[in-house]
């Protein structure tokens, strides 16, 4: 099944919204198939064996598909060679990994596009929340842009300051994306 990725915000097409999901959560997932044979398991039973409500269940295999750490048919969620080697990885190498996926998603390259362009490679929260309102409704927004700074963190491909609202490219990703370019 072709999953769509979506546009970045400001290109025309649909800009996908990130399935707003936690790292440990989406391991625990893929951690939970690769114990099992075969590496898949039967949607509908989910919940129940992980302990959270369906919805929570189809975010998590939303996300772990758009990474492409699984793949879904006929009502199950299988595991892709790639989500394997995830669930098996070190954590040095699940954030390695995480890195790559998340850079070959439209909204993470235009942000990281964004801080490139900026002195100090840092923009204010509510510069790119508000970017966001172009494409997202308000509260869509927030919660889009606290997904992207929660999986460019774990990805160490973010930095976030709190105390004063920053979010900033990590020196090491901008030199892996221009090496990717």
């Known amino acids: ?9 400001g290109e025309p097409g649909t800009t996908r919204i990130l399935p707003f999901v936690s790292i440990g959560d989406l391991t625990g997932l893929l951690e939970h198939l690769s114990d099992r044979e075969r590496g898949h398991a039967d949607i509908y039973l989910l919940p129940e064996r992980l302990g959270i409500d369906s919805d929570e269940v189809l975010r998590l295999i939303e996300a772990a598909e758009l990474l492409g750490f699984v793949h879904v048919a006929q009502g199950d969620v299988a595991l892709t060679p790639l989500g394997d080697t995830f669930a098996d990885a070190s954590i040095l190498a699940r954030k390695n990994i995480f890195a790559v996926r998340i850079r070959r998603l439209p909204i993470f390259k235009w942000l990281i596009t964004m801080l490139r362009a900026t002195e100090g490679r840092s923009l204010e929260w509510d510069v790119v929340r508000t970017a ?3 494409e997202f409704p308000p509260d869509e927004a927030e919660r889009q842009l606290d997904t992207i700074v929660d999986w460019g963190r774990y990805a160490e491909v973010l930095a976030y300051d709190d105390s004063k609202a920053l979010i900033t490219l990590e020196p090491e ?4 994306e221009k090496a990717a370019s």
Do not use: Q, S
């Not at 099944?1 to 970045?8: K, P, S």
């Not at 990703?173 to 892996?176: C, D, H, V, Y």
């Open 132 to 134: 966001l309102e172009l």
């Open 173 to 176: 990703a901008g030199i892996l």
């Open 1 to 9: 099944m072709f999953f769509r990725l979506g546009t970045a915000p």
